[in-house]
Nanobody, 127 residues
Framework: VQLQASGGGLAQPGGSLRLSCAVS????????IGWFRQFPGKEREWVSG????????LYAGSVKGRFSISRDNAKNLVYLQMNGLKPEDTAVYYC?????????????????????WGRGTQVTVSS
């Protein structure tokens, strides 16, 4: 499995960025892609996740209403649209994934539950 995040950069407060995660190599029936972020000196924080089974999504409270996760199955991409960016959103963002044959697969919120990780992409929100 390979995951590759891209799309980070510099944005002004209130601005927008869209992150992309290129996904390949899953072999089981279902998988989940999650976005995490890591602040300097802190543990990775779960941001959002989406299930391949039915496209169901979940968001952390800190980003709900501002961030939106989506997928393009034809392009094997998962997006994280980030609107209303705040300086406190500044972090390295990672996409991660896990897979299962269980049709009851759910979106997990903890990094230890994810088996595959892409390289991070830096997001900086500053005026």
């Amino acid at each position: 499995v390979q995951l590759q995040a891209s799309g980070g950069g510099l944005a002004q407060p209130g601005g927008s960025l869209r992150l992309s995660c290129a996904v390949s190599g899953f072999t089981m029936d279902y998988y989940v892609i999650g976005w995490f972020r890591q602040f300097p000196g802190k543990e990775r924080e779960w941001v959002s996740g989406i299930s391949s089974k039915d496209g169901s999504t979940l968001y952390a409270g800190s980003v709900k209403g501002r961030f939106s996760i989506s997928r393009d199955n034809a392009k094997n991409l998962v997006y994280l649209q980030m609107n209303g960016l705040k300086p406190e959103d500044t972090a390295v963002y990672y996409c991660a994934g896990y897979e299962s044959f269980d049709r009851n697969i759910v979106v997990f919120r903890f990094s230890v539950q994810y088996d595959y990780w892409g390289r991070g992409t830096q997001v900086t929100v500053s005026s």
